[in-house]
C-alpha cells in the first residue's frame, strides 16, 4: 500500500500519515484502509472522505476533491487505465509498512462444485499465512 497524491497538487507534501491529518483522505467504507485510519486519527466527514464504490473515490481523487488515497500500485494503476488515465497522472508519496490488509477474502458463487472450492481452498492453506487469520 502506498499514499498517492495527483502529480499537478505537488504542493501537497507529505512525509507520513500524521502529516496528512491536516488534509482529505479518501477511502471505501468499510474497507481495511478505513480501519486503518481511524485508528490513525482520522475523522469521518472531517479529513476523511468515506464512499461505497472504489469507483467514486478515484473519481473524487482526479478531480482534486481528495488530497490523498492509499492502494496498491495494482489497484491505482487499474483504477487510473479505467478512467482513460496514465499511471503518471499520479505520484507515490511513501509506502505504508505497517499496514495490515487482514485475512484475504476469496468467494466463490452458489453454483461451484464443492471439490473446486476444497480444492482451492487446500492450494490457498499450502502457502506461508498467519494462522490467527484464516478461517475455513
Not at 502529480?7 to 479518501?26: D, V
Not at 481495511?32 to 486519527?41: E, F, N, Q, T
Not at 479529513?47 to 482526479?62: E, Y
Request: net charge neutral.
Amino acid at each position: 500500500i502506498f499514499v498517492y497524491r495527483l502529480r499537478s497538487r505537488g504542493n501537497l507534501n507529505i512525509k507520513n500519515m500524521k502529516e496528512a491529518l491536516n488534509f482529505r483522505t479518501g477511502s471505501n467504507k468499510d474497507d481495511s484502509s478505513h480501519k486503518y485510519l481511524l485508528d490513525r486519527g482520522f475523522e469521518e466527514g472531517v479529513n476523511l472522505d468515506l464512499t461505497n464504490d472504489s469507483a467514486a473515490t478515484i473519481r473524487k481523487f482526479v478531480a482534486g476533491r481528495l488530497d490523498f488515497l492509499m492502494q496498491t500500485e495494482y489497484s491505482m494503476i487499474t483504477q487510473l487505465k479505467a478512467l482513460g488515465l496514465e499511471y503518471s497522472h499520479v505520484e507515490k508519496l511513501f509506502p505504508i509498512e505497517e499496514y495490515d490488509f487482514g485475512a484475504p477474502c476469496l468467494a466463490f458463487s452458489l453454483e461451484t462444485p464443492k471439490a473446486i472450492v476444497e480444492q482451492v481452498k487446500k492450494i490457498v492453506l499450502a502457502y506461508p499465512h498467519d494462522e490467527t487469520k484464516t478461517q475455513n
